[in-house]
């Protein structure tokens, strides 16, 4: 009978439905904070602790002899804005993780003993992509600046080391918490890594030089300039950092050089459409499938672009904004002959006993270019560093390859971003570290020496 | 200790129910009662296990004896009823009834855990509700002028839901029920038999063009009162009805397609003339925007389906408390978790397996005014439950109806049991349809045989 046959199959579509909904939304809802269940887990089980890959406590949660709980950050300030704090709204992989953390896959006997003893159950734990040793290196190399470092795996996605300054220390952010909120000057709270949007400065030509070889793919190694310092469009004129000639210059040298001009000359020629079409291709204006707070890179060009706003958008300024992050994916896809991979933090979850919960597997984001095209970005990254603008990374064990960037963010033309990121080896990169220090100088200055003191200890040297 | 027993009984109450449910199935496999008898009998097993599993886990997790007595009262109720159907009414129906005793006894269990109070009071207007349903199948059986009442059913009908939607209290933005000596009633949910009723006699004689006018006529003032007291699913289920009685009365596909067209019409123009429409509708697309307010129920209810998993947080470990209403509204959102989406999902194939039955006794009756009832209060049951499962899982927008027998409501419950035992009703007299035709055959044939034997003697003689 057809009524039957109707309502049964309504009521199988809900039920499937249902299940799927409840199954698949799980971890979402746990983490509203409107759900109260949450509390309930909280109240049932030890939070649980965050460690590093090579197995040190990063956060973990102490109780005193009256069961008063602390959270405790055994390395303070160190991954401040990484591993985040678990109260005031809760931040980093605290708040992404929070759901691992609060639940708890310990063996029933285990749970019955803990009953027994008067004591909660034990949380799972998470561990981590991130190196202590690397993680120091490139905290200590920031120094007193403020700036972000990135270091990851281009293979694979994984997040070696996180840096953002100025920083606090989370052991004492409830007593600090109020200060932090008021000073809106410095943002400390801020992840800057992910959530700072900077101009690129001259790290963005690399977009710029995809762009102009998907455009002339068989012809852009025929490309020659001649830089007398300045280019001048109608009314609209830019110039060379600190006021550099580089006479004449390939597609290659413009590219190692960092020559605005040049730069400025390829990016009007460019069918903007298509160029709109790309910055799509990598990601800009558009969210992230990441885990982790961020804010969306700014860029956006179509057939309707002045070409004032285009010559300034090709060398990286203008109004384009973008998260040290991204310049790290769009580099580790480079690394990665064209194919992103997601990046990530949390390498897997486990039980007291270390018996593993959830294991989390490299995943391809999206093939951000072309094999030939990455190929091609990698040459001219390897020129950088043997004869531009990042020498100082030149004459070591390893081949390093980057882009240098030395971003103006004021009027005031002496002050800028230094901006570096690169990968090394550069045959085979296994390690993508992108570095930017706030008003330091020039990229080549700054920013080169820091990521070599990185890849240094990367690479055990 | 009782962390092993609450852990070990998860995963059997699921079993048992699933096993259960299964059952409810297997039924189908044979056409006649009499070869059902095993399957009962297990089913009768399976539901004292269920039953007896989660109040055990209740009385260890809340440590008090009061569980036990209330849990031996609800067992000898339950035990009782199935026996004492069976030896008044031998030709009675017992899935209908062991699925009845299996949703209430599921209801009980989840309202003795958020609040023993309301459990209580449901257990005593259960029990009276169960005296009174006992009656039912005979009077259905015995009472021919039921058939004629046309009229009356309408009367009543009208008069019942009008008199709420003046005097009625309001409770929580539609005026839907009224105090007599302390006793609230919720006439909406009488009156859903009444309608049912009506529609049979108006509709089982004649179903030409007039007829299906004058029935639509009446149903939509029952239809408007309902929506001018803002009870808008009792206004959805007696729409519902209402199509699919007469599409089946008439067997006319056009008026399947008129009363959905009609009503998608309706909905658009609900939509547009009432707030607390739009707001239901909005806190369906997407609650989470307005989390605070018109979506909190709806969330609430999410987080609790959510929070379970496959086999449930136990009973007493999760936080069902945190929905509003969830003993009336959320009962399935409440078991879901405590009990697992597993065993929700069984509850919600018993009532699918009651319904199919409903239809089944349908089809089989011979007689047009029993058959349209039948099919009337199947659809009435089965678009309840889908509305209030639904509603509590984001699949529709939200109603606010309850889920039949195992909801808190004494209304509800009251209803929902007559209704199970009128279906009892008409399938003993479905029996008896089957015996008579059987005996007229067996008279047919007899009269046969005598004719050839007279000839046959007539031959000899000559």
């Known amino acids: ?461 | 200790m009782e962390l092993y027993i609450t852990e070990l009984s998860k995963y059997l109450i699921t079993l048992f129910i699933a096993l259960y449910t299964l059952e409810c199935f297997l039924v189908f496999r044979y056409r006649e009662e009499e070869h059902r008898g095993g399957i009962y009998i297990r089913q009768n097993l399976l539901m004292f296990l269920v039953h007896f599993s989660c109040f055990l886990v209740i009385c260890f997790e809340t440590g008090k004896l009061e569980y036990l007595l209330f849990y031996v009262l609800q067992q000898i109720l339950l035990f009782a009823t199935v026996v004492l159907f069976r030896m008044i009414y031998p030709n009675g129906n017992r899935l209908v009834i062991n699925n009845m005793c299996m949703l209430l006894s599921v209801g009980f269990v989840i309202l003795s855990r958020l609040s023993y109070e309301k459990a209580i009071k449901q257990f005593f207007i259960v029990t009276v509700s169960i005296i009174i349903g006992m009656l039912i199948p005979y009077f259905i059986h015995k009472l021919k002028f039921l058939k004629s009442l046309t009229w009356v059913y309408a009367a009543v009908g009208i008069i019942a839901l009008g008199i709420v939607l003046i005097l009625g209290s309001v409770t929580y933005g539609s005026k839907i029920s009224y105090s007599v000596a302390g006793i609230t009633f919720q006439p909406s949910e009488f009156v859903k038999i009444i309608f049912v009723f009506f529609l049979a006699s108006a509709l089982y004689e004649s179903h030409d063009f007039l007829h299906v006018v004058i029935t639509a006529v009446v149903a939509g003032v029952h239809v408007l009162v309902l929506v001018a007291s803002r009870d808008l699913g009792s206004a959805l289920i007696f729409f519902i009805v209402y199509v699919m009685m007469v599409f089946i009365a008439t067997g006319n596909w056009i008026y399947l397609f008129l009363g959905g067209a009609g009503g998608c019409g309706a909905a658009v123009l609900a939509y547009q003339f009432f707030t607390h429409v739009q707001v239901r509708v909005q806190a369906w697309r997407d609650p989470f925007s307005c989390i605070d307010d018109a979506g909190y129920q709806i969330t609430q209810s999410l987080f609790a389906i959510s929070s379970g998993g496959w086999f449930g947080m136990g009973l007493f470990r999760g936080t069902p408390g945190s929905i509003p209403f969830v003993e009336a509204d959320f009962v399935f959102s409440a078991v879901a978790e405590e009990l697992g989406i597993a065993f929700s999902m069984c509850v919600i194939l018993i009532c699918v397996s009651c319904f199919i039955m409903f239809m089944d006794i349908s089809i089989r009756l011979q007689d047009g005014f029993y058959r349209l009832i039948a099919f009337g209060l199947g659809v009435t049951y089965i678009f309840q439950v889908f509305l209030t499962v639904g509603g509590g899982t984001k699949f529709i927008p939200m109603t606010g109806v309850t889920l039949p027998l195992v909801s808190y409501g004494g209304s509800s419950v009251l209803t929902t049991l007559v209704m199970f035992f009128i279906i009892e009703g008409l399938y003993i007299i479905k029996q008896e349809e089957g015996a008579r035709r059987v005996r007229k055959k067996k008279r047919i044939r007899r009269t046969e045989q005598e004719a050839v034997r007279e000839r046959k003697q007539a031959k000899e003689t000559q």
């Open chain 1, 1 to 461: 009978m057809a009524v039957t046959y109707l309502f049964v199959a309504l009521f199988l579509g809900m039920m499937g439905y249902t299940c799927h909904y409840a199954v698949t939304h799980r971890q979402e809802m746990i983490n509203n904070s409107y759900n109260g269940r949450q509390e309930l887990l909280i109240s049932q089980n030890t939070r649980g602790t965050i460690y590093a890959a090579g197995g040190q406590a990063l956060a973990q949660t102490q109780t005193d002899a009256d069961g008063k709980e602390t959270r405790n950050y055994p390395y303070e300030n160190l991954f401040a804005h990484v591993v985040g704090y678990a109260s005031n709204g809760k931040f980093g992989i605290e708040s992404s993780s929070n759901y691992y953390l609060i639940n708890s896959n310990a063996k029933l006997a285990d749970k019955v003993a803990s009953d027994v003893a008067g004591a909660k159950y034990p949380g799972d734990s998470v561990v981590t992509t991130l190196d202590v040793g690397i993680q120091e290196v490139a905290y200590q190399s920031l120094g007193i600046y403020k700036g972000a470092i990135i270091v990851s795996e281009p293979s694979t996605g994984k997040i070696i080391a996180m840096v953002s300054k100025p920083d606090f220390n989370p052991n004492e952010i409830d007593a600090i918490w109020d200060d932090l909120i008021k000073d809106k000057e410095s943002s400390v709270l801020l992840n800057r890594v992910t959530q700072g949007l900077y101009p690129p400065g001259s790290t963005f030509k690399i977009v710029t030089a995809l762009e102009y070889i998907r455009e002339n793919p068989e012809t852009y190694n025929q490309y020659t300039y001649q830089c007398n310092g300045k280019f001048s469009l109608g009314e609209d004129s830019i110039n060379c950092y600190h006021g550099s000639v580089h006479g004449y210059e390939d597609f290659s040298k413009s590219f190692a050089k960092s020559c605005n001009s040049s730069f400025a000359n390829i990016g009007v020629s460019l069918d903007r459409a298509k160029f709109g079409a790309t910055l799509n291709d990598l990601l800009f204006n558009q969210e992230l499938q990441v885990s982790f707070a961020y804010n969306q890179s700014k860029l956006a060009i179509d057939g309707s672009t002045s070409d004032s706003d285009v010559i300034q958008a090709s060398i990286g300024q203008g109004t384009t904004q973008i998260t040290p992050l991204h310049v790290n994916m769009i580099t580790s896809a480079i690394a990665n002959k064209g194919v992103l991979m997601k990046p990530y933090l949390v390498d897997y979850v486990k039980n007291n006993e270390n018996a593993i919960v959830k294991q989390f597997h490299p995943d391809t984001y999206k093939k951000l270019m072309s094999e030939e095209e990455a190929a091609a970005l990698n040459g001219l990254m390897q020129e950088v560093v043997t004869s531009g603008t990042g020498t100082k990374l030149s004459g070591l064990s390893y081949t390093a390859a980057g882009k240098t960037g030395s971003a103006e963010y004021n009027s005031d033309k002496s002050q800028s971003h230094a901006w570096f990121t690169g990968f090394a080896p550069a045959e085979n990169p296994e390690v993508c570290v992108t570095v930017i220090i706030e008003g330091a100088g020039s990229g080549g200055d700054f920013a080169v020496p820091i990521a070599k003191r990185i890849f240094n200890e990367y690479f055990g040297l």
